[in-house]
């Protein structure tokens, strides 16, 4: 199975920094990977997919990148709705695995 | 617009089996497939499997394999997630997404269906 580990677990950060989560694979991916945003109670909020393709609707704000086995998330600059925690997902082969999460709180 | 609605909250006791409901709308259900995921509480996400809403194919979690069945019904647009002989730690919420390939990332989510697993 391919595993994904995500740095950092936890981020510390105010509005209007700019944020990048880093999303490994023990294998390589290519570029099938997606970024999902979930926050309390809710169902995760897809972001991103095939690495660095905004899923309709999603802010600009938000951009992924990479390749191979080391991908990011970065958000440009952090708005009050963005704090939650962030997965990261490989589509590259079965099983489908998802990192084990980065949650982004407010200094 | 593309929903996903999912059945409501479930307590099972250990050994018994739930089945859980997806009902799309908003878009050609056998165009796409249909992924499950769960959530144990305060975890991360786990892939369950994957449904082919065309014809019926699946891919299950090998950890899962042999107590999971995911089926679909085209007439009414409804995913189902069956999980067996449940232990306390299937205690999760259980979320289905829509998903355009086997090999795809999900793009639209049910809201979640709480699974307690309880003596």
């Known amino acids: 199975d391919i595993q994904l580990t995500q740095s950092p677990s936890f981020l510390s950060a105010s509005v209007g920094d700019r944020v990048t989560i880093t999303c490994r694979a023990s294998?390589?991916?290519?570029?099938?990977l997606a970024w999902y945003q979930q926050k309390p109670g809710k169902a995760p909020n897809p972001l991103i997919y095939?690495?660095?393709t905004l899923q309709s609707g999603v802010s600009s704000r938000f951009s992924g990148s990479g390749s191979g086995t080391e991908f990011t998330l970065t958000i440009s600059s952090l708005q009050p709705e963005d704090f939650a925690t962030y997965y990261c997902?490989?589509?590259?082969?079965?099983?489908?695995?998802f990192g084990p999460g980065t949650k982004v709180d407010i200094k | 617009q593309v929903q996903l609605v999912q059945s409501g909250a479930e307590v099972r006791k250990p050994g018994a089996s739930v089945k859980v409901s997806c009902k799309a709308s908003?878009?050609?259900?056998?165009?796409?497939?249909i992924t499950w995921v769960r959530q144990a509480p305060g975890q991360g996400l786990e892939w369950m499997g994957w449904?082919?809403?065309?014809?019926?194919?699946?891919d299950y979690a090998q950890i899962l394999q042999g107590r999971v069945t995911m089926t679909t019904d085209s007439s009414t647009s409804t995913a189902y997630m069956e999980l067996t002989s449940l232990r306390s730690d299937d205690t999760a919420v259980f979320f289905c997404?829509?998903?355009?390939?086997?090999?795809?990332?999900?793009?639209?989510w049910g809201q979640g269906t709480l699974v307690t697993v309880s003596s």
């Open positions: 997404a829509r998903t355009p390939s086997r090999l795809g990332a999900t793009d639209y």
């Open positions: 908003g878009y050609r259900f056998t165009s796409y497939g």
């Open positions: 449904i082919n809403a065309y014809n019926g194919n699946t």
């Open positions: 294998q390589g991916i290519s570029t099938y």
């Open positions: 095939a690495t660095s």
């Open positions: 997902q490989q589509v590259h082969s079965y099983p489908l695995t």
